[in-house]
């Protein structure tokens, strides 16, 4: 017996819900070490800020990846969600290399210059969630041509992709008039601007409430 839309809609609910507060809990925790990090002296430690980063751009992808393999060892069916949770948490590592590369090339990680590391931090897995989502699609389209169309069809791949492109211009405007993250609870809330990666999980969610 095939499964009924509501149930399936319900489900699907529930799942980008779950994301919505994974990412919620990444921005608290980065926020939260930032300012104890400041208070302790330690305004521009590089670890510190790799720390901070690391959960306010990417702390919902560990929950997320836990999320998703909670699903596979329960044997669930595969899912649009559980797909995007894997391609975020499989995107996270990037931003650490691109950080260390950053520095020991002795690039200015305050000025403009510096614009790409918190976009790696806050999008890299975002940048992963979209490639997983078409790997999806592939996979159930049976064919790339079909899985294009779909994925621009889906809101929450859609949602993705614009916020992939727009978000670096965002970074770069604000380097360029001056913000410069030289405490870590700057650190942290620059990385919470720029990582909108809730966006497409609400998108999916009102999506399916829509349907």
């Known amino acids: 017996m095939s499964e009924r839309p509501e149930t399936r809609s319900t489900d699907q609910e529930g799942e980008f819900k779950e994301l919505l507060r994974y990412t919620l809990a990444g921005y608290l925790g980065g926020i939260v070490l930032g300012g104890a990090l400041d208070a302790f002296g330690f305004q521009r430690s590089a670890l510190g800020q790799w720390l901070v980063r690391t959960l306010a751009g990417e702390g919902e992808s560990l929950f ?6 909670r ?3 329960a044997g669930a069916a595969g899912s649009m969600a559980e797909a995007y949770g894997w391609g975020k948490a499989a995107g996270m590592v990037f931003p650490w290399l691109v950080d260390g590369a950053s520095r020991l090339a002795g690039l200015d990680v305050y000025g403009w210059e510096g614009f790409h590391i918190p976009y790696f931090y806050a999008l890299s897995d975002q940048i ?6 078409l790997v999806f699609l592939a996979r159930r389209e049976a064919g790339l041509g079909r899985a294009l169309g779909a994925y621009f069809r889906h ?57």
């Open 71 to 73: 699903r596979r060892l």
């Open 128 to 133: 992963g969630a979209s490639v997983a989502g």
């Open 64 to 69: 997320e990846g836990f999320y998703a393999l």
């Open 155 to 211: 809101p929450v791949m859609v949602s993705g992709l614009v916020i992939v492109l727009a978000v670096p211009c965002g970074l770069l405007l604000a380097r360029l008039l001056g913000f410069s993250p030289t405490t870590q609870l700057a650190t942290a809330l620059e990385t919470v601007a720029a990582n909108l990666c809730w966006l497409p999980p609400l998108v999916g969610w009102l999506a399916e409430r829509r349907s």
